[in-house]
């Protein structure tokens, strides 16, 4: 089985500060992936990012990279220069990539608000 | 279409009463997903299609939860005999195949009274 955890229930942040989010996992599937997705007050969840559990880099997509640290099972999100649009609860998630009962679908972390003030 | 579209946006019931819940992936995605998200938490997976047919039913929390695709692209989420505590967000998501991202819908909001 897998499991993700998000130990902050809400962060703020000033706008242009950088801010992390915390994702811890547990999994005993070989290969995985890890995503974050942003879900702004309309509910739409929007994808962010993804790192691969064999990729050799930490993946980055504009302001938003992925501290990916696989011994400690952790996944955290940066994002840097925080805007106002940037308010939204963000979720991290896990799917499992080689079989088992986890393949093909995502298991999702409670989410943590996020409050960027002016 | 351009994403993913789901119909009602918004879902009010009555205790007992049947209910159908659209999804309309982008056009050629093979991959489709059913979600629910309650108030505060993460989405919980409930069903997988890979094409027509239900690949992974694992989530479906009981038999009054039914999901068709039949010809590989709508699906409907049908859930009879609504209970207070199915009330929830249901998120719809599509992706080419299992090892690509999934695009969300905006979801149906459902509130059985």
């Known amino acids: 089985a897998q499991k993700i955890t998000q130990t902050q229930p809400g962060m703020f942040v000033q706008e242009k500060e950088a801010v992390t989010l915390d994702c811890t996992y547990d999994?005993?599937?070989?290969?995985?992936?890890l995503f974050w997705y942003k879900q702004p007050s309309s509910g739409e969840m929007i994808f962010l990012i993804y790192q691969g559990s064999y990729d050799q880099q930490n993946a980055t997509e504009g302001r938003y990279s992925l501290n990916f640290q696989k011994a400690r099972k952790s996944a955290n999100l940066v994002i840097s220069a925080s805007q106002l649009g940037d308010s939204a609860m963000y979720f991290c998630?896990?799917?499992?990539?080689?079989?088992?009962?986890?393949?093909?679908?995502?298991?999702f972390g409670q989410g943590t608000i996020l409050t960027v003030h002016p | 279409g351009a994403g993913v579209s789901q119909t009602p946006s918004n879902k009010v019931t009555e205790k007992g009463k049947y209910v159908e819940l659209r999804c309309d992936p982008i056009?050629?995605?093979?991959?489709l997903y059913w979600y629910r998200q309650s108030l505060g938490q993460g989405p919980e997976f409930l069903i997988y299609?890979?094409?027509?047919?239900?690949?992974?039913d694992s989530g479906l929390p009981n038999d009054r939860f039914f999901a068709v695709r039949p010809e590989g692209s709508v699906s409907t989420l049908k859930i009879q005999r609504t209970e207070r505590g199915d009330s929830a967000v249901y998120l719809c998501?599509?992706?080419?195949?299992?090892?690509?991202?999934?695009?969300f819908g905006s979801g149906t909001r459902l509130t059985v009274v």
């Open positions: 299609f890979q094409g027509t047919g239900a690949a992974d």
């Open positions: 999994t005993s599937d070989p290969s995985y992936g």
């Open positions: 998501a599509s992706s080419r195949d299992r090892f690509e991202g999934y695009t």
């Open positions: 056009s050629g995605h093979t991959a």
């Open positions: 998630a896990m799917r499992g990539n080689a079989g088992g009962t986890s393949y093909g679908k995502l298991t």
